[in-house]
């Protein structure tokens, strides 16, 4: 399933993107009855909430179903995608884990080590934004780079988790863009305050779930700017897979319905190339990983 959250004439819900349209999920419950309401309450309206219900991605496919078998005459309206804004899929996620260096290439390219664990930051959770939104280049800062991301989204609460069963607590992916201030990361000496600006986390177009996608491996990404390609790879270059990073990270800190890992960047970056390269006002990017979607944002000052 393609997981949304859109708002329409300013009102924010949630959906599954369909053939014909968004199908709106707590308009959908509503219509088939209070089976699917939780505790006697109101389906819910954010996919933070979805995902803190157990059972709620499961509940939403019976929707679905139930949905497909309805005879066209008696079914709910789907809202076209030319209708709605997508939003990005978690507004604020509990936790946004990011790696660094999990590509070869990129680690090549940096002229790093090769590492022997997952290189582990934190982006905060107030520099989401939406897959068409407007990136601002910050006034501290005018070494703007792109990095083009897996996200994995956690579904269900997980601590010392084994490789083996750890795709059991992933609801699904998204694409990230780890924006980078390339002067702050390297005058902090850590990364946190450079990947953390506001508006340096787009993130969509959807969620796809995980029993569609497996561990994500061989996907198709890269990343354009100004139609321009500068990073092509596929996720089975990561370095640290899905398993091993939700395992790894699970052994350190409990990971919550919500939280949303960043896997790292292949090569491509700009501020390797020569002569370096980074964002200005009106460059137009374009981030993509196979079978989830685009990120289509225009910087602006």
């Not at 053939?19 to 709106?24: P, Q, R």
């Not at 080590?113 to 997952?118: G, N, Q």
């Not at 996720?235 to 990971?255: D, G, P, W």
Request: proline share 6%.
């Amino acid at each position: 399933m393609r997981l949304v959250t859109y708002a329409r004439m300013g009102v924010p819900s949630i959906g599954v993107e369909l053939e014909s349209g968004v199908l709106d999920i707590p308009d959908a419950a509503s219509h088939f009855g209070r089976k699917y309401h939780v505790r006697g309450h109101s389906f819910p309206t954010t996919m933070m909430d979805l995902l803190q219900w157990e059972s709620g991605i499961d509940v939403v496919r019976q929707i679905v179903q139930r949905y497909m078998k309805t005879p066209k005459s008696g079914r709910i309206m789907t809202r076209p995608l030319s209708s709605i804004t997508l939003e990005p899929p978690i507004s604020r996620p509990g936790k946004i884990v990011a790696l660094g260096k999990n590509y070869l290439n990129h680690v090549e390219e940096t002229g790093s080590d090769v590492p022997k664990f997952p290189v582990v930051f934190a982006k905060f959770p107030s520099s989401v934004i939406g897959p068409d939104d407007h990136i601002r280049i910050p006034e501290v800062s005018s070494m703007i780079d792109w990095e083009v991301e897996l996200g994995i989204v956690i579904g269900k609460s997980c601590r010392d988790v084994s490789e083996k069963k750890s795709l059991e607590y992933v609801a699904g992916y998204t694409v990230i863009n780890d924006v980078s201030a390339r002067d702050l990361q390297k005058n902090d000496g850590q990364w946190v305050r450079a990947k953390s600006l506001d508006g340096f986390c787009p993130m969509g177009p959807c969620i796809v779930t995980q029993d569609e996608l497996g561990d994500a491996s061989k996907l198709k990404m890269h990343t354009k700017v100004n139609g321009v390609l500068k990073q092509e790879s596929t996720t089975s270059e990561m370095i640290f897979n899905v398993r091993k990073i939700v395992s790894f990270l699970s052994k350190s800190f409990t990971l919550e319905p919500g939280d949303v890992i960043a896997t790292g960047t292949p090569s491509g970056v700009g501020f390797v190339r020569e002569p370096p390269e980074f964002l200005k006002a009106g460059d137009r990017l374009e981030l993509y990983i196979e079978k989830i979607g685009y990120l289509r944002n225009k910087v602006t000052q």
